[in-house]
């Protein structure tokens, strides 16, 4: 089992838009492969925070996660949220 971690840097006053993104997309997590999912924001560290973790079986997710290879319903949820980023970085652990 693998837990990835994306942490996004928002644009100014945007965080809540990604999260609203990342809610809608959670319904539909569970038929592309993550087992679970949640969404964090911050409370002490840098302003408008946000951080999507989910934990796969293993590290084919990426390759079904593509663009083109994502469902509609979560390439619909997930639609612009780039335009909500100024930064971000991922990590990926393996859990047991």
């Not at 964090?40 to 951080?51: E, I, K, Q, R, Y």
């Not at 593509?66 to 469902?71: E, I, L, V």
């Amino acid at each position: 089992m693998y837990l990835i971690r994306n942490v996004f840097q928002t644009k100014p006053g945007k965080a809540k838009e990604l999260v609203t993104k990342f809610k809608a997309a959670e319904r539909y997590m569970e038929r592309e492969g993550i087992v679970r999912s949640r969404i964090l924001t911050d409370t002490v560290s840098g302003f408008w925070t946000v951080v999507s973790e989910f934990e796969v079986p293993d590290l084919s997710f990426f390759d079904k996660m593509g663009t083109a290879n994502a469902s509609p319903e979560l390439r619909d949820a997930m639609k612009d949220y780039m335009t909500l980023v100024e930064s971000g970085y991922r990590e990926v652990f393996r859990i047991e």
